[in-house]
C-alpha cells in the first residue's frame, strides 16, 4: 500500500488546518486540557503555561493569544513564528493524552505506523539533520546549548531536549569529512507514540530542525 504523507499545511499559507484547531481549541474545557495534558492553566489570568524547544509561553484560553514568558528574550521563538508549531501545540492541547515516558528511547521505525511513514520522515528529518549539521557540527552544538539541551554519548555528537515537557527527543550526529558523508538519526522518548501519531512525530522532527537551524 502506498502511503500518504502527513502535512499540515493544506495551503501555502497553513491557515485551513490552523483554523480548524483553533475552532476545536475554543471548543474545549480548559481545566480538561489540563488535566489531560498536564499542562498548568491559572483560572485567574485564563491562561496556558506551556514549555516548547526550551522556550516558555503563556497562551491564553479560549482566544489562543501566545506570549513569551521571558519578554526579555529576542531570540527566536518558534511557536510565536512558525505556524507548523502552533498547530502542533493545539493538537496537542485539543487531542492528546499525556503518558509518562518509562525511560527509554526508540526510533522511528519503532513506533506504530512508523514504517509506513518511515521514508517521509527519513527525508524531512534524518536528511535535514544530517546535511543541515553533519559538517557544521560546532554550530550544531552551539545551537542545542541555546535550546537547554542535554549533551548524550552517542555518535559523535548528541543532545535530548523536551519539544514538549515530557516527550524528549535525541538528535545525533556522525561527522561528515573529505571520505565519508555525515550520517544521523533521530529518537523518541518511549511515550511519544502512545502520545502522537506516527504522521505527528514527522512534524515534530521537522518544527524541531526548522528550530535549530533559526537558533544556529
Known amino acids: 500500500m502506498e502511503s500518504k504523507e502527513f502535512d499540515y499545511a493544506k495551503d501555502n499559507l497553513e491557515m485551513r488546518p490552523l483554523e480548524h484547531y483553533l475552532d476545536a481549541y475554543k471548543a474545549c474545557d480548559p481545566m480538561e486540557i489540563s488535566n489531560r495534558t498536564g499542562v498548568p492553566y491559572n483560572e485567574e489570568t485564563a491562561e496556558f503555561r506551556i514549555n516548547v524547544m526550551g522556550k516558555g509561553y503563556f497562551i491564553s484560553f479560549p482566544d489562543f493569544v501566545i506570549r513569551k514568558a521571558d519578554e526579555s528574550d529576542d ?3 518558534a511557536l510565536l513564528e512558525f505556524h507548523k ?3 502542533f501545540v493545539l493538537r496537542f492541547l485539543t487531542e492528546c493524552t499525556m503518558i ?3 525511560g527509554q528511547y526508540v526510533t522511528y521505525r519503532d513506533i506504530p505506523n512508523g514504517e509506513l511513514y518511515f521514508r517521509q520522515f527519513q527525508g524531512r528529518c534524518i536528511f535535514r539533520l544530517q546535511f543541515g549539521f553533519g559538517f557544521k557540527v560546532s554550530k550544531f552544538e552551539k545551537a542545542m546549548e541555546k535550546m537547554g539541551a542535554k549533551p548524550m554519548k552517542m555518535g559523535d ?3 535530548a531536549f523536551d519539544i514538549l515537557d515530557g516527550l524528549t527527543m535525541v538528535f545525533i550526529l556522525w561527522e561528515g569529512d573529505d571520505e565519508f558523508q555525515p550520517s544521523a538519526q533521530i529518537l523518541f522518548s518511549d511515550n511519544f507514540g502512545t502520545v502522537f501519531k506516527a ?3 514527522a512534524v515534530a522532527g521537522d518544527i524541531s530542525i526548522t ?6
Open 199 to 201: 504522521e505527528d512525530l
Open 157 to 159: 555528537v548528541a543532545y
Open 100 to 102: 509518562p515516558a518509562a
Open 75 to 77: 531570540s527566536y521563538h
Open 85 to 87: 508549531t502552533k498547530i
Open 211 to 216: 528550530n535549530l537551524k533559526a537558533l544556529a
